[in-house]
């Protein structure tokens, strides 16, 4: 694996200093980085589970909204930005790792470098009591 | 290709007779295999280099890492930017908006300087730079953003088998994740990875770098961490603070590696040194 950019190296650095969960992503979707305030919603590690392939990430978690109905992939505001490269928000009902059902609002943006580089996504998680 | 120390001082020029044995020009070097030309930052330095340069020389390329004044403050003062039969090529890093070009503009501008660069006998040549491989004669050039205010470029320069890196700004700590351990997260990695000789900001002790987090520097402590995880041949530690006398930067470099081993060789960069490969 090349070296990360540098705005994908201070993403990780900002996300690690924030008491809001937290998620980076490659262009690919891949999971770059998730800071402590994340492993707390999604019960996971990243210390235990380092990067993961868009793949292996996307199934761990089954979004579902307020019916209980999964979500399609598209609907999800991260996937949403990773395709349009435009900030997208959604909420959103998750079963975590310790099988809890947790409602959540994620707004994802864009990180778009210098002179006009797209390099990858930043997602950010509040828990909420309702949807 | 041999590489000439015009200037390694970080900030402001610091003449004196206590900056004697590292000099007190900013930031220059002169990079060449005696047909391609290359300079690496325009600080003070560049003025004597314009001064004693071969009259043979009529292409000249420039590269600048940013455009903070102790790396462009020579340029204007730089003789063969004024004579008719050399062309001067200038390469610097790309912002979001302001175009390189106009950036440049802003040094050669009342009421900065009295001459414009529409002025001078031939307009230099702009290119603009970002995550950039390029070649200039027989150098394979590699350049990326590291982590300093403002666009900011490292260049890793090459040369048959031997590379320079060159990154004189550069605030390891902030652009790094979990250093020094973590080579993937760490900015500027890619373009020191086991460079014949790296040439890398040291501005600050680390009781200084405390003081100065978020300014863009490193401490001699992180810089030689750096150069160990780089696994470089030699670490050339530049950008030396202009409050730093020969002694003191004597003794910051005693006290980092008093009760230390480090399978690299190691100076405080000097002004007038001559590395050859
Ligand atoms: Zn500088
Ligand atoms: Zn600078």
Redesign the interface.
């Known amino acids: 694996?090349?070296?990360?950019?540098?705005?994908l190296?201070?993403g990780?650095?900002f996300m690690?200093t924030l008491s809001i969960p937290a998620f980076l992503v490659d262009t690919q979707g891949n999971l770059l980085f998730y800071n402590e305030p994340a492993e707390e919603i999604f019960g996971l590690r990243f210390g235990e589970t380092g990067g993961m392939k868009v793949e292996e990430w996307a199934t761990i978690f089954t979004p579902m909204d307020a019916k209980g109905n999964p979500l399609r992939p598209e609907d999800l505001p991260l996937v949403k930005t990773l395709t349009t490269q435009v900030p997208a928000n959604g909420s959103m009902f998750i079963n975590n790792l310790n099988g809890e059902r947790v409602p959540i609002s994620v707004s994802a943006f864009p990180i778009i470098?210098?002179?006009?580089?797209y390099l990858g996504a930043m997602a950010m998680f509040w828990k909420s009591e309702i949807i | 290709m041999i590489a000439k120390i015009w200037g390694c001082r970080g900030s402001l020029p610091s003449p004196g007779p206590e900056n004697i044995v590292y000099g007190g020009n900013t930031s220059c070097i002169e990079v060449s295999d005696g047909e391609t030309f290359l300079i690496l930052d325009a600080g003070s330095g560049i003025q004597r280099l314009g001064r004693f340069m071969g009259p043979e020389v009529k292409v000249i390329h420039i590269l600048l890492t940013h455009l903070h004044i102790d790396h462009t403050m020579g340029l204007g003062f730089f003789k063969p930017l004024y004579h008719p039969d050399v062309e001067v090529h200038l390469w610097g890093p790309s912002a979001s908006n302001d175009s390189l070009l106009s950036r440049i503009r802003k040094y050669f501008s009342a009421p900065l300087f009295p001459v414009r660069l529409g002025d001078l006998p031939n307009h230099p040549v702009i290119h603009k730079l970002d995550e950039s491989e390029f070649e200039i004669g027989d150098f394979k050039i590699k350049t990326d953003y590291i982590c300093h205010p403002g666009p900011t470029l490292g260049y890793r320069i090459q040369h048959g088998d031997h590379v320079i890196a060159y990154m004189p700004d550069h605030e390891l700590r902030l652009g790094s994740t979990d250093f020094p351990n973590n080579p993937d997260w760490t900015s500027g990695f890619e373009i020191a990875k086991n460079a014949d000789v790296l040439f890398h900001d040291g501005a600050y002790s680390f009781a200084e770098y405390e003081k100065k987090v978020g300014w863009g520097h490193s401490a001699v402590r992180d810089t030689l961490q750096f150069a160990k995880l780089s696994q470089v041949k030699k670490l050339s530690i530049f950008h030396h603070e202009p409050t730093n006398t020969d002694e003191q930067l004597d003794e910051i470099l005693r006290r980092n590696l008093e009760g230390k081993s480090f399978d690299f060789e190691i100076e405080m960069c000097k002004e007038g040194l001559v590395y050859e490969f």
């Open positions: 694996m090349p070296a990360q950019p540098l705005e190296i201070l990780r650095q690690d470098g210098r002179p006009d580089r």
